[in-house]
């Protein structure tokens, strides 16, 4: 009986011990995004679904610094905005391809998801 109590004991343990593991990893994932990629201000896929754009925002002192990706890849970032609402704004054309990043509402970059290339007007 004591061998069986003994068994139980060990699964309980690794069973504690995976759990311990995974919120720390999971915790450690969050903690770095904060401080790397920045909070995330608004994220939207195309229609239908091809591609997807998110916008981050990371405050500095006196300033903002924002980054754009598509697809989980960085295409566009700038540093030295002043901090504060930026009436950010991320649309797509027709097609769901290409992608246009407004802040202030002036256009500020355009990108083609499909060919994975900067659209310089």
Avoid at 43 to 52: L, M, N
Wanted: glycine share 8%.
């Amino acid at each position: 009986m004591s061998k069986r109590r003994s068994i139980f004991f060990r699964y309980f343990i690794c069973f504690i011990t995976g759990w311990i593991f995974a919120y720390a990893v999971s915790g450690t994932k969050v903690v770095l995004d904060f401080l790397f990629v920045g909070d995330q201000i608004q994220c939207q896929t195309s229609f239908p679904r091809y591609h997807s754009a998110c916008l981050y925002s990371r405050f500095g002192i006196g300033e903002q610094s924002l980054s754009f990706q598509v697809d989980g890849k960085t295409v566009y970032s700038v540093n030295d905005f002043a901090g504060g609402n930026l009436k950010e704004r991320i649309s797509w054309d027709e097609q769901g391809h290409k992608v246009s990043l407004e802040v202030l509402g002036r256009k500020l970059f355009l990108y083609d998801a499909n060919l994975e290339i900067e659209i310089k007007d």
